[in-house]
């Protein structure tokens, strides 16, 4: 494994350059979900110069696609990301809001780094193959409007995933870790609510409001609450409130609801009795409403087999190597954080993965160790469509830390630090475990039988999308 490690080290090294400008670029670009344009065609460049064969369109998603290189058995898929947020446009490195286009979007959650880190792990494996020999694929996923959008769950109602022996992903974070949660799964639904406009106080009775039917609705699942599992979460808010003028009965209304649930039969499940009160609703009201559904992401599966196999893989490659000029980087923007939530995120190390962590990390500003994995019972609360690709292949996702302890997700403060060396690191060191993990299994297809056993049993069959078959991706918002 040593040797392993040196050799893929090698191969991401000779490029890190370009990595670190091919980031910036992507960072620069800001682009959001199904607009990735620029994004993808920097990516999509660079790897045809390095050989790989590229299909684009995926899925029917302009900006979605594939770059493979090698031939046969076994077939090992590295995902990445490269959309970015809305409002969060920032100066790199500035510890103050500063924006570089007013109102203009930024990479508040680090897909510039996420889409070239794995990028760069596909190259350093297409390096091993060509200079090994050995049989296989090694294939990488340009996967757009994960912020917005769950292309992965398109893609893989499509078959785009189908075939792959193992899959391998990452996420910028704070800390060096596998993700060992289950997620949980989540389905949306836009309720449209159709009534009758006429003059709120002359004619009250010729009316029919959706905006009423909005808030019957919004009180039947308010009292549904009550009577679903623990775990499951409801969310809701308005995209349409039926206009400005208070004595205009409003006949259009509308209300998006996201709905989870630790696994996606449940979220299926609970969907329908929040279907049921928006019919309720316009029954009561005299009003109809259109259920349209938009997404449905599946609960993460973490395959315990291949997870093992990238915490070996991550210990032998190594945390990023961050020098004092990047500690100096992150502790400019941790002094700003509020103390608690620096200490409740350390806090947090020692309940997942050893109290002898919480002095180690202590006022300092970044994670530099790899944590030990877990396989915690209790789930992530939040939603993935890397769920629905880990219910078609065997999958294990890494985080790398890649920002300072304390730095909250979506956030200006976090684009900044995309931008920077602190990123670039975490970046570069996600880039090497992955390719290590790709090469170990690529050799040792043994290992990919086990992960294919434990992929069977978790998943308990084929794969399902909650997305009915009709539903396209909605490049342009459906409302």
């Known amino acids: 494994m040593e040797n392993l490690a040196k050799k893929i080290t090698q191969f991401v090294q000779k490029n890190e350059e370009r990595y670190r400008k091919l980031s910036k670029e992507i960072w620069n670009y800001a682009e959001l979900a199904f607009h990735e344009e620029k994004s993808a065609q920097a990516l999509i460049r660079m790897l045809e110069e390095e050989g790989f064969a590229i299909t684009t369109g995926l899925a029917d998603i302009p900006t979605a696609f594939v770059a493979q290189y090698g031939s046969g058995k076994p077939v ?6 490269y959309d970015a947020l809305p409002s969060l446009s920032q100066k790199a490195g500035c510890t103050h809001r500063e924006e570089l286009v007013p109102g203009g979007a930024g990479h ?5 780094l996420l889409g070239v880190g794995a990028a760069a792990a596909a190259v350093a494996v297409k390096d091993y193959l060509k200079e090994t020999g050995l049989p296989g694929t090694i294939a990488f996923y340009g996967c757009p409007a994960e912020e917005n959008g769950s292309a992965k769950v ?8 189908n075939g792959l022996d193992a899959v391998f992903t990452w996420h910028p974070g704070s800390n060096n870790s596998i993700m060992g949660e289950h997620s949980l799964a989540a389905v949306s639904v836009v309720y449209r609510f159709h009534g009758r406009a ?9 009316g029919r409001s959706a905006l009423d039917a909005c808030e019957l ?6 009292y549904l609450r009550e009577h679903m599992i623990q775990e499951a979460r409801i969310h809701y808010a308005y995209r349409d409130a039926g206009g400005g003028a208070p004595n205009v009965v409003q006949d259009h209304a509308a209300l998006y609801y996201f709905i989870r649930s630790p696994k996606i039969s449940q979220a299926l499940e609970l969907r329908e009795r929040v279907n049921n009160c ?12 259109e259920i349209l559904p938009v997404d449905g992401m599946c609960d993460y599966l973490p395959n315990h087999v291949l997870s093992q196999v990238l915490q070996q893989s991550f ?9 004092d000029a990047d500690r100096q980087i992150a502790r400019s923007f941790q002094q700003n954080y509020p103390a608690e939530e620096v200490k409740a995120k350390v806090k947090a190390y020692g309940t997942k993965f050893g109290e002898e962590y919480v002095p180690m990390f202590t006022g300092q500003p970044l994670q530099d160790v790899v944590f030990p994995l877990r396989f915690p019972a209790t789930p992530l609360f939040g939603s993935t469509d890397v769920g629905d690709v880990s219910y078609v292949a065997p999958t294990a996702w890494l985080n790398a830390a890649c920002y300072a302890i304390g730095t909250p997700g979506h956030s200006w403060q976090l684009a900044a630090q995309g931008g920077t060396s602190v990123g670039q690191k975490g970046m570069l060191a996600a880039a090497k475990a992955m390719a290590h993990a790709a090469a170990t299994v690529l050799k040792a297809p043994a290992i ?3 992960a294919r056993e434990e992929h069977q049993k978790t998943t308990g069959g084929d794969y399902v999308c909650a997305v009915p078959d009709d539903v396209k991706p909605h490049i342009e918002d459906i409302l």
């Open 76 to 81: 090992v898929g590295i995902l990445g990301e």
């Open 108 to 112: 508040g959650c680090g897909h510039n």
């Open 154 to 161: 398109y893609m893989s109602r499509e078959g785009v995933f």
């Open 198 to 206: 006429t003059h709120a106080a002359g004619q009250p009775h010729l």
């Open 217 to 222: 609705m919004n009180v039947g699942v308010n």
């Open 278 to 289: 928006a019919r309720g609703a316009a029954l009561m009201t005299g009003t109809t409403v």
């Open 315 to 323: 210990e032998a490659t190594g945390a990023p190597d961050f020098d």
């Open 448 to 450: 990919l039988e086990k």
